[in-house]
């Protein structure tokens, strides 16, 4: 999963331009938060800052408390977002992903829950705090593997 053009443009704009009159050289840029100055092409050293960046971290967290302070739920996006930014993109292997996804239908299966137990917000706002590179399960996809526990 590359970053999206929003995702870039959202690290972007934690960092300061330092425009320099040679163009073939990297741009220079500073961090908004610790005032760390460094070389970039891409998104990808900017990103890194971030998740390694005391200043920003503690922001963060506090932005954090005061939503969960306020019982402000993000939206899927938003906490993707932010899993993005602080961490960088999870990648996970399609081998993985069909044994998270088999583990979890074999839950919903054996606790007799409904199928579209997941589809919740609250449960994908939950699944990406804790694995923001894994997608759980639909009905569709428990559907699927139900026909492998009988």
């Not at 996809?141 to 026909?147: G, M």
């Given at each position: 999963?590359?970053?999206?053009?929003?995702?870039?443009?959202?690290?972007?704009?934690?960092?300061?331009?330092?425009?320099?009159?040679?163009?073939?050289?990297?741009?220079?840029?500073?961090?908004?938060?610790?005032?760390?100055?460094?070389?970039?092409?891409?998104?990808?050293?900017?990103?890194?800052?971030?998740?390694?960046?005391?200043?920003?971290?503690?922001?963060?967290?506090?932005?954090?408390?005061?939503?969960?302070?306020?019982?402000?739920?993000?939206?899927?996006?938003?906490?993707?977002?932010?899993?993005?930014?602080?961490?960088?993109?999870?990648?996970?292997?399609?081998?993985e992903s069909h044994s998270y996804a088999y583990g979890a239908a074999a839950?919903?299966?054996?606790?007799?829950?409904?199928?579209?137990?997941?589809?919740?917000?609250?449960?994908?706002?939950?699944?990406?705090r804790i694995k923001p590179g894994w997608k759980p399960?639909?009905?569709?996809?428990?559907?699927?593997?139900?026909?492998?526990?009988?």
């Amino acid at each position: 999963m590359a970053p999206t053009q929003a995702n870039a443009a959202f690290v972007w704009r934690q960092f300061i331009d330092l425009s320099c009159s040679n163009s073939k050289k990297s741009k220079r840029y500073r961090c908004r938060h610790c005032q760390k100055d460094f070389a970039a092409t891409s998104v990808g050293r900017p990103k890194e800052h971030l998740a390694a960046c005391e200043k920003w971290q503690a922001k963060q967290r506090q932005e954090r408390q005061a939503q969960d302070n306020a019982g402000y739920l993000p939206s899927y996006s938003e906490a993707i977002q932010k899993k993005i930014t602080e961490v960088g993109i999870q990648h996970i292997s399609q081998d993985e992903s069909h044994s998270y996804a088999y583990g979890a239908a074999a839950a919903v299966i054996a606790g007799g829950r409904p199928f579209s137990l997941f589809e919740s917000r609250r449960w994908r706002y939950f699944f990406t705090r804790i694995k923001p590179g894994w997608k759980p399960p639909s009905r569709a996809a428990i559907t699927r593997i139900l026909p492998g526990f009988y």
